[in-house]
């Protein structure tokens, strides 16, 4: 990204991950990083009454839930690494049914940091999950982290769903399937 400049005036580094860290750690923040930290799922702007999906919020909770067990076995973490990152604008009450019924870490309701925080400045984050998201684009085209691409589309059709798997696709970004979406 050429045109990219984090902070008029000073001399560029070769890549966005070192402009975001050198910027963040220059504004400071008062979160402290999670060493435990290994994988994200970044959750979506979804519409509150759930009218744009063929599934309701508990649905969406054990389409998650499926996907924390594939990606354990898959990746060798535990829950405790797995971290549920909901989009800024997510309501309340969606919000608070994941922190009760995922497993996994649920990022706190009031943490509305972009996730390229823990992309730039956390080495322990390997790969970022999401059908909703771009995420997973920004993930591995800018940080170099490995971006999953939920494959719940035979189950629904969304016309984001549809251009986030073509950005995907451009991208080399791998799909990875879930086995509970509801119908």
Not at 97 to 106: G, W
Not at 129 to 142: E, G, I, K, L
Not at 153 to 180: A, E, M, Q
């Amino acid at each position: 990204m050429h045109w990219y400049s984090a902070m008029p005036g000073e001399k560029r580094s070769k890549s966005l991950k070192e402009d975001c860290a050198k910027l963040i750690k220059k504004v400071g923040s008062k979160r402290k990083l999670n060493p435990e930290m290994k994988v994200i799922i970044a959750g979506g702007p979804l519409d509150p009454d759930y009218s744009a999906f063929a599934f309701q919020p508990e649905d969406e909770v054990r389409m998650y839930n499926s996907l924390i067990e594939d990606i354990k076995d898959r990746l060798h973490v535990t829950e405790k690494e797995i971290f549920y990152k909901p989009h800024p604008r997510v309501p309340y009450q969606f919000w608070q049914l994941k922190k009760e019924k995922l497993h996994c870490q649920v990022y706190p309701y009031d943490d509305i940091s972009l996730i390229d925080f823990d992309l730039a400045v956390n080495d322990n984050v390997k790969a970022v999950f999401s059908y909703c998201s771009d995420s997973v684009v920004v993930a591995q085209a800018n940080y170099g982290k490995k971006g999953y691409f939920i494959d719940a589309r035979n189950k629904r059709n969304r016309f984001t769903l549809n251009i986030l798997l073509k950005l995907c696709n451009h991208f080399g970004i791998d799909s990875f399937p879930v086995r509970d979406i509801p119908e």
